[in-house]
């Protein structure tokens, strides 16, 4: 089943059943903390306290403050996120992703990604081991 949710700065669809949320930012959106704050709202309304692995497509022009992102890097809202793929297609947002990833350091495994179908691989791969993770301390 699919979960869709519409926010000020992008959309959000949620397959229950491959566990993989897809964040599409807007063309031009910029992100805040009370823009991250809706984010996580949504995502917890969504998954229902599923973990689950995020696709986020950086690919327009975007913005985001220092504050934003390190406030998204280590949010405890992203505790069922298992990992988080982050598509991206030119060098500038390549270089802010590559300083999210090594500056910020996000609490869950985060990668970076040209082609979607390679981000979707990557991420299912993620959510199948923590859930054999989960099943083996059960």
């Known amino acids: 089943m699919i979960k869709n949710a519409q926010m000020s700065i992008g ?11 897809l964040y ?5 959106a910029e992100i805040g903390i009370p823009q991250i ?3 996580y709202a949504r995502l917890k309304e969504l998954t229902e306290g599923a973990r689950y692995g995020m696709l986020v497509d950086a690919r327009t022009q975007a913005t985001s403050s220092s504050e934003a992102r390190n406030f998204a890097s280590r949010n405890p809202e992203k505790k069922n996120m298992v ?3 982050i598509l991206v ?3 500038a947002v390549k270089l802010a992703t590559n300083f999210y990833i090594n500056f910020h350091k996000p609490s869950q495994p985060t990668k970076m990604f040209v082609r979607e179908d390679e981000a979707l691989k990557w991420l299912k791969k993620m959510i199948e081991n923590s859930i054999r993770s989960v099943r083996e301390r059960l």
């Open 83 to 85: 990992a988080e793929a």
């Open 24 to 28: 599409r930012l807007n063309e031009g």
């Open 11 to 21: 959309a959000l669809s949620y397959d229950t059943d491959e566990r993989i949320m």
């Open 37 to 39: 704050e809706e984010l």
């Open 89 to 91: 297609n030119n060098l």
